[in-house]
């Protein structure tokens, strides 16, 4: 069984490099292009759904379960074959797959079609994530890697916030179309960047921990391992049903702004905007700081963190869900904006340190594989299905009635955090 590696530092490993910080900053553009490729379409909805004369369950079908069983599936096999090959030409390769179909569906004329691209769109983002993991994590020795996988998951806030300015300014002053055209020509010349000047770094060259071995993971006793340690389950868990909040929600804040609380799409993309950006970067941020700090005291933390942060969350959701317009609505929303995205940093960094450096990609894809099942895959098309349900019923406001139902999930959520910490805590003692 894979150790939890030290989290501290050896004289032997100087500070990170300038070549490791610009690799980093490359591999979090191309995560803010994975995420604004990926939230183009919420952010879109509207226009979107008044063109093609989409439903609610539409939408949360090809923005959750359709997108998410070609992403998590096939996160696995192509995380195998990174373990094995040279993962930086994975993530270019992926990075130039999604930006080609993300503007496809800027083509798309029917529901069909736009489904087909945002498929095609799953199957290249499927390449992003996990190689990007390993990649930093061999680029960042122990005891600096939750900082520098917190700041490389200021892709999602950066990319959601570029993609409600950026998209909602486009689809306001031209079309929908035109934003999902130029951003995917974007992406491909990115891609084209990573493959020319992102080097491949030596598996586990900056671990510490004695014995560690960077030779390839056999595929099925790393899936055995993975889902048979409790902590690296209990992560896979927790953090999925965080996601089942916080992508069900992501996928229609938009649509519920502007069509129950009367904002517009130039005020989305000034307020929203700047409200993601702020508030769930620093989040996300804060809680990878935390990480370096805490953990070396108390390894519960990894779990802690995210619990505590969904506790304070959960009574501010629910005003932001009752507020009447959109003004107090945004204010309410700072706060669980920035605290339902606790659980991400700690998440990574936990399962990046507790398995061998050969089983880094492998492991990062099956935590995705699990989170994004759940999260990304049944959170907007449960939210989108409970919509349509409250609609038939007669509601006069269906997707303020669905928000409602997501609040018993911030106590599935906690509940698994603090079962998890106990996790860690007995893993710690055995090892003793």
């Known amino acids: ?3 939890i590696a030290p989290v501290g530092t050896s004289p032997a490993h100087p500070p990170a490099s300038r070549r490791a910080w610009f690799v980093l900053a490359i591999l979090c553009f191309v995560y803010v292009l994975n995420f604004l ?10 226009p979107i759904r008044d063109e093609l004369g989409l439903t609610h369950g539409q939408i949360g079908l090809i923005s959750g379960l359709y997108f998410a069983l070609f992403y998590c599936v096939l996160s696995v096999p192509v995380a195998w074959f990174a373990d094995r090959s040279n ?7 992926a990075c130039g797959l999604w930006s080609a179909a993300t503007a496809a569906c800027g083509l798309a004329g029917n529901y069909g079609q736009l489904a087909g691209a945002r498929m095609l769109v799953g199957v290249g983002e499927a390449g992003g994530v996990p190689p990007s993991y390993a990649i930093i994590s061999d680029y960042f020795r122990p005891g600096t890697r939750g900082t520098a996988l917190g700041l490389y998951n200021l892709g999602p806030p950066i990319g959601n916030a570029l993609g409600v300015a950026f998209g909602a300014s486009i689809a306001a002053a031209y079309s929908w179309r035109d934003a999902f055209m130029a951003l995917g020509i974007v992406g491909v010349g990115t891609a084209i960047l990573v493959f020319l000047t992102v080097r491949e770094p030596k598996r586990g060259g900056l671990d510490v921990a004695p014995g560690v071995s960077a030779e390839r993971a056999p595929f099925w006793p790393t899936f055995r391992m993975f889902f048979t340690r409790r902590v690296l389950l209990l992560t896979a868990l927790a953090t999925g049903a965080n996601q089942f909040i916080t992508y069900a929600a992501a996928n229609f804040t938009t649509l519920f702004l502007m069509e129950e609380k009367g904002m517009t799409l130039n005020e989305v993309a000034i307020w929203y905007a700047l409200l993601v950006l702020v508030s769930m970067g620093g989040g996300i941020f804060i809680a990878g700081r935390m990480v ?6 108390d390894r519960r933390a990894y779990a802690y ?5 969904l506790v304070v969350a959960a009574p501010f959701f629910a005003g932001f869900i009752a507020a009447p317009g959109w003004q107090l609505a945004m204010v309410l929303l700072v706060l669980p904006m920035g605290l339902n995205y606790f659980y991400l940093s700690p998440a990574v960094a936990l399962v990046q340190e507790a398995v ?4 880094r990609v492998m492991a990062g894809a099956l935590l995705l594989l699990v989170m994004n099942l759940i999260g990304l895959g049944l959170g907007p098309t449960y939210l989108g299905a409970a919509s349509d349900w409250f609609a038939s ?3 006069a406001k269906p997707l303020q009635m669905a928000f409602y139902t997501l609040l018993p999930f911030y106590a599935v959520a906690v509940l698994l955090f603090l079962a998890l910490g106990r996790a860690i805590a ?7």
Do not use: N, S
């Open 305 to 309: 963190i995210p619990a505590v942060a």
């Open 292 to 297: 370096d700090r805490l953990v070396p005291r």
């Open 356 to 359: 061998a450096p050969a089983q």
């Open 426 to 432: 007995k893993e710690a003692g055995e090892k003793q």
């Open 1 to 3: 069984m894979a150790t």
């Open 87 to 93: 993962r930086v030409r994975v993530v270019a390769f």
């Open 393 to 395: 019923a007669g509601h």
């Open 37 to 46: 490729d990926r939230q183009l379409l919420a952010i879109l909805a509207k």
